[in-house]
């Protein structure tokens, strides 16, 4: 699945994406980078809001399983079961997320429990940055991510 078309499933499945302004902007099979604007993001400081920094955290997160579902030539219904984020400092600008996949091995084992159970759960990690000059994530993360993903009814793709 290219980002186009994933930007068009996002916007489509999951409306907030469109009201916060959520854009996938780089995918490359372990972690995936989606932007998004400060102006509908903002609280009462003009600061990040923390409900839109979590929003586009998790959809980071379980976008980056949903594409990985899809560089294993699967399509399923991934969820997530639990999560938590821990805010570092203010986002008084811009922002990115980074949705990071866990490592190799337990992507394998991933892999495997879709193909023999259909289901299976991973970690995710999304972290939150400011955005720099050159659009780019600057600096340490402001916010972290951590959750737990469900897949199920995974299947090859027709």
Excluded: C
């Excluded at 920094?53 to 579902?69: N, R």
């Excluded at 294993?72 to 984020?85: H, I």
Aim: no cysteine; proline share 5%.
């Amino acid at each position: 699945m290219d980002l186009a078309q994933f930007q068009n499933r996002i916007n489509d499945t999951i409306p907030l994406t469109r009201a916060l302004g959520v854009r996938a902007e780089h995918y490359d099979g372990q972690r995936l980078v989606v932007s998004a604007p400060l102006e509908p993001n903002h609280n009462h400081q003009g600061t990040g809001f923390g409900g839109s920094l979590y929003s586009v955290a998790v959809v980071a997160a379980w976008g980056s399983v949903e594409l990985k579902l899809a560089d294993f030539g699967l399509v399923g219904n991934v969820v997530v079961q639990s999560g938590g984020m821990t805010y570092s400092g203010p986002v008084a600008g811009d922002f990115k997320a980074v949705g990071q996949l866990p490592p190799e091995h337990e992507l394998a084992r991933l892999q495997k429990s879709l193909q023999r159970h259909g289901k299976g759960r991973l970690m995710v990690t999304a972290e939150v940055y400011a955005t720099a000059q050159d659009g780019t994530p600057e600096g340490n993360a402001l916010a972290t991510f951590e959750g737990r993903f469900v897949v199920q009814d995974a299947r090859p793709v027709a």
